[in-house]
């Protein structure tokens, strides 16, 4: 069965989008969702397996349960011609007893009789420079995250440097005023020693007048 959906199992996304860059891993996550009341059991195969790297690729998914794969690009050293992708990956998905690690090798066999559903889903390839639909849309929010989160980042330094700034400000008018202080003391000092020098100069001129003899005129 075509498409993203079968009769166990729902593939989301459709298809597998890859920004491709040069040299460059990339990944895209698929979630397949188990739509049925039983285990179910699930492969997953390409056309070009030493291009991509499945986790997993195989597993089992609990009744209404859902698990993520990712699927990932392998560094390519060329680009595709005109961007295009002719790779395919198969879903393979099958009803099974229990979730048990290791499954029988005829798990996917047809041949064996058993009902494998499969879901077929196509690669596409996209510039980093010209995202198109959805791809383009989460680039885009992706900027403008990385974006708000630079501007916040340059807001938070200006506060805590306009706050540093007014700290030293304050730092520096504290000194200026302790500076002030010691000017002032030291000018009272002074002033005081210098009025306490003219009063003890003036007490010593005026015991020293009062102390001197006195001057009688006789008539000759």
């Known amino acids: 069965m075509t498409g993203a959906t079968n009769q166990f199992i729902s593939v989301s996304p459709e298809e597998l989008k890859f920004q491709f860059e040069q040299e460059k891993q990339s990944y895209c996550d698929l979630k397949v969702t188990n739509s049925t009341e039983s285990y179910v059991a699930f492969k997953v195969k390409t056309t070009s397996p030493k291009k991509y790297f499945v986790r997993p690729n195989t597993g089992v998914i609990h009744p209404w349960d859902s698990c993520f794969i990712r699927v ?15 790779d395919k990956f198969l ?22 009789g058993r009902n494998v559903e499969e879901c077929k889903l196509r690669v596409v ?16 929010q992706s900027s403008d995250g990385n974006s708000s989160q630079a501007v916040q980042r340059a807001r938070d330094e ?15 008018e504290v000194l200026k005023r302790q500076k002030r202080r010691r000017s002032d003391a030291g ?18 001129l005026f015991k020293l007048l009062m102390s001197s003899p006195s001057t009688e005129t006789v008539d000759v």
């Open 72 to 86: 990932t690009l392998q560094a390519q050293k060329e680009y595709p011609s005109d961007m295009q992708c002719k």
């Open 91 to 112: 879903l393979q998905s099958t009803i099974v007893n229990s979730d048990a690690d290791e499954l029988p090798p005829d798990t996917f066999n047809k041949d064996s």
């Open 125 to 140: 390839y996209i510039s980093p420079h010209s995202s198109p639909g959805h791809s383009e849309n989460a680039f885009k």
């Open 158 to 172: 200006r506060d805590a440097l306009f706050r540093q700034t007014q700290q030293l400000q304050q730092e520096l």
């Open 187 to 204: 000018f009272s000092l002074k002033f005081a020693l210098l009025v306490g020098l003219i009063g003890l100069m003036a007490g010593f």
